[in-house]
């Protein structure tokens, strides 16, 4: 398989059993990293596989992408059988990870304590809804619950006259797959030092509240508050891109220098001396205010204008670039970070690894594969014999 093997994580061997988004995005930071990754699909695989666009019906873009350098293994768990197979490739496995409600997977006969029997070394990582130690553990949780229940939702409505509303992205899964992605990364790294593995645990509702609390518990980081636990500037009605005379500019005028630098290049006008655009505090004490000046100002010059000033003042400033943009633009050609592969489904287009490493760079993979695509393969190096993968297959527990 292209890329596998190749980067920091070369060597590392991870079971996985997530599906959808959250768990797929983590194991595939994996597989970008060299890991062999092995995804263990039920009947019908992913859920992701079906959903379009794609070449075919079991293998849409989605898919193809966020399981890209994976293997794929197809059993069906609710047969004994096939759970042997699991214990038996974690006998050999580095990380198991699963995407599951606690209740569904102790149910499989496949938690933290059966694979750590089989293999105490391995680190065992639960990514799901919310932790299992409080009274919404149970709970079905999605990317949109989880907006909305870890306060996202609501900051969203500030921004949008009180109407509330989804990021339009799946924000909750994957920073949770960044963060199970990262916390797996480092009880591997503690296993090094102790010998043991153990159990990880990441679920999305807490994830996304320490997320968004980062700046947003503010005045409420102190007993008693010094204030409501939400950070002005993020939340003001203001705080959106700016319309110039000819289109619409993402514009960061943020600390003194860059204040002082705009106002000598607007050849520092009276309403720049007014003392809410003396320091950050007084700035920040008055954003909504702050930002509607500034935007009335840049309803005065087209676009172009505009940036060519804020370059020269080194004010951080940019268009506003689509996503179809995104695809030809300039930086992203030369930096290499779309990779085009040539692949059995044609010519595709994966977004690069953002990450890089002087000495054990990761490379791209191929495309989602096909469901039970590698059963035989993964089988034969776990020490299953012919006979064994026959048999198995004829069970319905391998799913051929």
């Given at each position: 398989?292209?890329?596998?093997?190749?980067?920091?994580?070369?060597?590392?061997?991870?079971?996985?059993?997530?599906?959808?988004?959250?768990?797929?995005?983590?194991?595939?930071?994996?597989?970008?990293?060299?890991?062999?990754?092995?995804?263990?699909?039920?009947?019908?695989?992913?859920?992701?596989?079906?959903?379009?666009?794609?070449?075919?019906?079991?293998?849409?873009?989605?898919?193809?992408?966020?399981?890209?350098?994976?293997?794929?293994?197809?059993?069906?768990?609710?047969?004994?059988?096939?759970?042997?197979?699991?214990?038996?490739?974690?006998?050999?496995?580095?990380?198991?990870?699963?995407?599951?409600?606690?209740?569904?997977?102790?149910?499989?006969?496949?938690?933290?304590?059966?694979?750590?029997?089989?293999?105490?070394?391995?680190?065992?990582?639960?990514?799901?809804?919310?932790?299992?130690?409080?009274?919404?553990?149970?709970?079905?949780?999605?990317?949109?619950?989880?907006?909305?229940?870890?306060?996202?939702?609501?900051?969203?409505?500030?921004?949008?006259?009180?109407?509330?509303?989804?990021?339009?992205?799946?924000?909750?899964?994957?920073?949770?797959?960044?963060?199970?992605?990262?916390?797996?990364?480092?009880?591997?790294?503690?296993?090094?030092?102790?010998?043991?593995?153990?159990?990880?645990?990441?679920?999305?509702?807490?994830?996304?509240?320490?997320?968004?609390?980062?700046?947003?518990?503010?005045?409420?980081?102190?007993?008693?508050?010094?204030?409501?636990?939400?950070?002005?500037?993020?939340?003001?009605?203001?705080?959106?891109?700016?319309?110039?005379?000819?289109?619409?500019?993402?514009?960061?005028?943020?600390?003194?220098?860059?204040?002082?630098?705009?106002?000598?290049?607007?050849?520092?006008?009276?309403?720049?001396?007014?003392?809410?655009?003396?320091?950050?505090?007084?700035?920040?004490?008055?954003?909504?205010?702050?930002?509607?000046?500034?935007?009335?100002?840049?309803?005065?010059?087209?676009?172009?204008?505009?940036?060519?000033?804020?370059?020269?003042?080194?004010?951080?400033?940019?268009?506003?670039?689509?996503?179809?943009?995104?695809?030809?633009?300039?930086?992203?050609?030369?930096?290499?970070?779309?990779?085009?592969?040539?692949?059995?489904?044609?010519?595709?287009r994966f977004p690069g690894i953002p990450t890089r490493f002087s000495d054990t760079p990761g490379a791209i993979g191929d495309p989602g594969p096909r469901h039970g695509a590698d059963n035989a393969a993964v089988l034969a190096e776990a020490?299953?014999?012919?006979?064994?993968?026959?048999?198995?297959?004829?069970?319905?527990?391998?799913?051929?």
């Amino acid at each position: 398989m292209s890329g596998q093997g190749q980067g920091p994580l070369a060597g590392v061997r991870v079971l996985d059993l997530t599906s959808v988004l959250m768990g797929p995005y983590a194991t595939q930071i994996f597989a970008d990293l060299g890991a062999d990754v092995i995804k263990i699909e039920g009947p019908g695989g992913d859920t992701t596989r079906a959903i379009p666009p794609g070449p075919d019906p079991t293998r849409g873009a989605m898919f193809l992408n966020v399981n890209r350098g994976k293997r794929s293994l197809a059993l069906d768990l609710k047969r004994p059988e096939a759970r042997a197979v699991v214990l038996r490739l974690a006998e050999q496995a580095d990380v198991f990870i699963h995407s599951m409600r606690a209740q569904a997977i102790a149910r499989l006969g496949l938690d933290y304590p059966a694979l750590q029997q089989a293999n105490p070394r391995i680190v065992y990582a639960n990514l799901y809804g919310y932790g299992r130690e409080g009274p919404y553990r149970d709970y079905p949780a999605y990317d949109d619950i989880v907006q909305a229940a870890s306060g996202v939702v609501d900051l969203q409505a500030r921004l949008s006259g009180g109407e509330p509303t989804y990021v339009a992205n799946v924000i909750a899964d994957k920073v949770s797959g960044l963060t199970g992605a990262y916390a797996v990364i480092a009880a591997l790294f503690a296993r090094e030092r102790s010998g043991r593995g153990q159990e990880v645990e990441v679920p999305m509702f807490e994830t996304m509240v320490s997320f968004a609390a980062v700046e947003h518990l503010c005045g409420s980081l102190f007993s008693p508050p010094l204030g409501p636990p939400e950070y002005p500037r993020a939340t003001s009605p203001a705080r959106r891109p700016y319309r110039t005379a000819d289109g619409h500019v993402g514009v960061m005028i943020y600390n003194d220098k860059q204040w002082q630098a705009f106002f000598r290049e607007l050849g520092d006008p009276d309403w720049s001396r007014d003392p809410m655009f003396a320091s950050l505090r007084s700035r920040t004490e008055n954003i909504s205010a702050v930002l509607s000046q500034v935007a009335q100002v840049l309803e005065t010059r087209g676009t172009a204008e505009w940036m060519e000033l804020f370059r020269r003042a080194e004010i951080p400033a940019t268009p506003i670039a689509s996503l179809q943009q995104l695809l030809h633009d300039p930086h992203l050609e030369q930096t290499g970070f779309w990779a085009e592969r040539e692949t059995e489904l044609g010519t595709l287009r994966f977004p690069g690894i953002p990450t890089r490493f002087s000495d054990t760079p990761g490379a791209i993979g191929d495309p989602g594969p096909r469901h039970g695509a590698d059963n035989a393969a993964v089988l034969a190096e776990a020490g299953f014999g012919a006979d064994e993968i026959a048999a198995l297959t004829a069970s319905g527990a391998v799913l051929g």
